[in-house]
């Protein structure tokens, strides 16, 4: 039988057996070498040309389409409280495990460590954001734990080792080692402290806890930093898997979470039937021991998002430039530019801001103590608004691809699914921003986020009379409900103001004009492709390019 067409004017694939370099990047470049962790461009590059191939990137389709299988007993009724996952989770992992996604920067005395690691998140995560839950954790679980500096001499090394070992034993006797957390529960959610899990103290320092935990992900972790009401208050707690005596911990897994996106990641409901944890930390003083860990898993809420947004921009400029439409490329078309310029103004305002703060959590565990002011305050702000944009951006950018962009094998109904979590995990949108409100009590986080923004004095008008409308609703803040009332558009206008000081500094000029012209001069529409005329669209599209 012939052909009944040929196939024109399809797109074609961005992935290659080659491996696309998703490190190519000039806002991420500049981002890194001005951070201080210039040293670490050929190391980003190689596992950029890694993520954009096309093996990897079915990995991750794969991973998404076959998620985890809960196995609570064996075939002969033993409780094992297993997931099983499929092999390339494993390979992803082992890929993030051994380019130091994970705790790696806490053994790294290297200045610009957690900029570089931050750098790799950024790349990385454009193949599947549900693996890099556990990373995320792992890195995150290291100043916690040292609140207990017992505890984190025996197990510090071996979470930023840089080996994965997904298999089921004692933890000090394995090479490698991944981190979880588990805090909320049923009835109080974001409100810990209305947690109900009880810790009894037993005669040889561990204690017995008793209870549940609504939503813990990456339950086949070695070891767990949790939260249980002690005698003294809620306390944080670490609780491994497999005892010392090799026998199972009493963590019983009791179902896994059907969510909308994350689908390779297993999300757990666990109950704590008599389990053995040790404190980390003071008893009553949970909240401010996790909240290390919370803090920074919040920036890598906030990478996550900018990622995604760069890999939709990626997707739907590669489209654009291949797709013809009414005699011309649609890249070429005008309002197609607009969107497409625009997308890609939010995404390098994204990925500027999380750069500037991974290089700030990097010389503040070096000892700058303004720079932890900074990312006290700068950080709050940066997680609301940046993981709020990345839907709306993705669902733009998946537009861009037409009934092509629907289609599950593009891969961006994926990504779609994915961007909302960001937003929601460690925190959702009206806890970031009163987690903002809160970090403003803090005068020095203050001075130092307000100085920050000073450094651009001068450099553009729009970005001048901005700041100046900041200032104005900062020293506004007397009434409690109203402040409260309003705290997201306070939130957002930080955000904001932050992004386009740092893009004025160091951006590209093409940007930062369009990004003061639109977002801080608000001559712009609510929806993305509505930005002024006279925007050099060229340039930007030119910057973004892949």
Known sequence: MPPTHEVTNQVPSLFDQDGHDLAED???????????????????????????SARVQDWARLVDVHPP???????????????????????????????????????????????????????WGQTDAGHLCPISMTYASVPALRAE???????????????????????????????????????GGSDVRANTTRAVPSADGSYVITGHKWFTSAP?????????????????????????????????????????????????????????GWRVGEEGRGVPTII??????????????????????????????????????????????????????EAEAASVVVLRLAGAVDRAVRGDEAEGHLRRLGLAVTKYWVCKRAPAHVAEALECLGGNG??????????????????????????????????????????????????????????????????KELADLGDAA???????????????????????RYGDAAVADAFCASRLDRDWGVAFGTLPSGVDTAAVLARAGV
């Open 26 to 52: 000039p806002a991420l470049l500049e981002g890194l070498r001005r951070e201080g962790a210039g040293w670490a461009e050929d190391e980003l590059h190689a596992l950029g040309r890694i993520g954009g």
């Open 69 to 123: 299988v809960l196995r609570t007993h064996d075939r002969y009724g033993h409780r094992i409280d297993e997931v099983e996952f499929h092999p390339h989770w494993h390979d992803l992992m082992s890929v993030a495990v051994s380019r130091g996604l994970h705790a790696a920067p806490w053994a790294e005395a290297r200045p610009g460590a957690h900029v570089a690691r931050a750098a790799k998140m950024y790349v």
């Open 149 to 187: 500096p017992s505890l984190a001499r025996i197990y510090e090394p071996l979470l930023a080792a840089s080996l994965y070992d997904p298999e089921l034993r004692v933890p000090t006797g394995k090479r490698g080692l991944i981190a979880g957390m588990s805090m909320t529960e049923k009835q």
């Open 220 to 276: 086949m972790s070695d070891v767990f930093l949790t939260l249980a009401q002690a005698p003294a208050g809620l306390t944080c707690f670490l609780l491994p898997r497999v005892l010392p005596d090799g026998s199972r911990n009493a963590l019983r897994l009791q179902r896994l979470k059907d969510k909308l996106g994350n689908r390779s990641n297993a999300s757990s409901e666990i109950e704590y039937d008599g389990a053995t």
């Open 292 to 345: 290390q860990m919370v803090n920074l898993t919040r920036l890598d809420c906030a990478l996550i998002s900018a990622s995604m947004m760069r890999h939709g921009v990626r997707q739907a400029l590669h489209h654009a430039r291949h797709r013809r439409t009414f005699g011309a490329a649609l890249v070429d078309q005008p309002l197609m530019r607009n969107v497409l310029t625009d997308l890609a103004v």
């Open 406 to 471: 629907y289609v599950e094998e593009s891969g961006m109904p994926r990504l779609y699914r994915e961007s909302p979590l960001p937003s929601i995990w460690e925190g959702s949108g009206n806890v970031a921003a009163l987690d903002g409100l809160r970090a403003l009590g803090n005068a020095d986080a203050v001075e130092a986020f307000l100085g920050e923004i000073d450094l651009a004095a001068g450099e553009d008008r729009r970005l001048d009379e901005a700041v100046g409308r900041l200032r």
């Open 482 to 504: 109203d402040v409260q009332f309003r705290a997201r558009r306070l939130v957002e206008t930080m955000a904001l103001v932050l992004q386009g000081a740092l893009l004025v």
